[in-house]
């Protein structure tokens, strides 16, 4: 099993900063990835980034790509996602995930931290 622990979220203006961090413990050996996704009530989870466990290149959604950033997983095995010009769209629960296959069918999920921002 993995645990995954997320905090950071909050209340921010529109145009504002957040950092959201996801702690991963237990057999981390695992894990292929590490990534972030975010859900609106009553819409799908959305991608937002991905970041291989090994270090290397991240990928990310388009929607967010040049606000965002996935970086981390030093030696405290901790992702973080540090957001700027935040928009009220982009209001919604954010998940951490580690994936330990070639999908997210049978990945690890974090309870979930909240996300607001104000306009």
């Known amino acids: 099993q993995v645990q995954l622990v997320e ?3 909050g209340l921010v203006q529109a145009g504002g900063s957040l950092r959201l961090s996801c702690a991963a413990s237990g057999r ?12 609106v009530i009553g819409k799908e989870a959305e991608f937002i980034a991905a970041i291989p466990w090994s270090g290397g290149t991240p990928n990310y959604a388009g ?14 095995n901790t992702v973080f996602l540090q957001m700027h010009s935040l928009k009220p769209e982009d209001t919604a629960d ?17 309870q979930g931290t909240q996300v607001t921002v104000s306009s």
């Open 28 to 39: 981390t050996f695992t894990i292929h990835a590490m990534a972030w996704f975010r859900q």
């Open 7 to 9: 905090s950071g979220g």
């Open 63 to 76: 929607t967010v790509k040049s606000r965002f950033t996935i970086s981390g997983l030093n030696a405290n």
């Open 94 to 110: 954010y998940y951490c995930a580690a994936r330990r296959s070639a999908t997210y069918e049978d990945a690890y999920w974090g």
